[in-house]
Every structure is written in C-alpha cells, then in structure tokens.
C-alpha cells in the first residue's frame, strides 16, 4: 500500500500507515506500506491499499480532509480491505460495478462473486438491460456478498 501526503507534513502519512499496519497486523496480515510525498496543487493525503491473490486484484481507498484525523483515514482503507478479504470474493464492489459492461458484450454466460452487492451495480444492470437484450441474476442482497451471472 501507499500513505501518502501533498503539500504536507509526511508526518501524517506515518500516522496514517501506522493505523493501516496496526488493524492489519491485529488480524493476522503483514502489510508492506510506504509513505509517499507527492505533488499536488493543493494539500491533500490517502491511503490506497492493493490485495493481490492467485485469481484477482482488489483495491481499497481514503482519502483525507480537513478535521479528518490521520488514523480514521487509514482506518477506513484497512476496514474495507478487511471487509472484502473475509467474504473470499471475487470482485470488490468497485471493480463488479466496472466489469459488468464488458461481460455484458462478450456473447456468453458469465458469473463473478463480489463481496458487496451495490445499489450501483444493480443500476449498472438494469441501464445495460436497456440497451443490450441481457438477462441476469443476483443471488444476494445489497450490502451483502452475492454471485452475479449473465446471460446474453
């Protein structure tokens, strides 16, 4: 993972890192997070995260903001790391959101696991119904990990 900062002090991208580690480290993960000083024209900081297994690539994001504390922006990153990574999903959220168009124009049946069905993949579905004649099933509910499969 990265913890980075722009236009300020790189201070807060340790403290940041140090919550990511310690969440992780508390359940068993050994995360290699670096801090990072980058250009921007205003001040800013993040953590992204990268989980990377045998079969798929996940990522998982904060950001900072004014009044925002360093630990709650790395919390926030190593939560929805940890959320996805307990469901032995797939996809996360932001990725099934994306890939449903391309599977949509294949011309055969897929299937994918993610671990959060969204209201936003569910939207996605239901505009790409309106354009290309595809049918579909969600077997899970929203909030929840579930199964996706289409049909074209």
Not at 1 to 13: D, E, F, K, R
Not at 104 to 114: D, K, M, R
Not at 119 to 136: D, G, P, S, V
Request: proline share 5%; charged share 20%.
């Amino acid at each position: 993972g990265v913890s980075g900062v722009g236009n300020l002090p790189l201070t807060i991208a340790e403290r940041q890192r140090s919550s990511v580690q310690n969440i992780l480290v508390s359940e068993g993960f050994h995360p290699v997070i670096k801090t990072s000083d980058v250009p921007t024209p205003g001040p800013g900081t993040f953590v992204f995260l990268k989980a990377e297994t045998d079969t798929s690539i996940a990522g998982f994001s904060s950001l900072g903001e004014r009044g925002k504390k360093a630990e709650l922006v790395g919390e926030e990153a190593a939560r929805q790391f940890l959320e996805y990574q307990r469901t032995e999903a797939c996809l996360d959220p932001h990725m099934a959101d994306q890939l449903v168009l391309y599977l949509c124009l294949i011309g055969s049946e897929s299937s994918f696991t993610t671990s959060q069905i969204s209201n936003h993949l569910i939207t996605n579905l239901r505009i790409i119904e309106k354009f290309i004649a595809i049918k579909y099933t969600i077997v899970g509910k929203i909030g929840s990990p579930g199964t996706v499969t289409i049909k074209r």
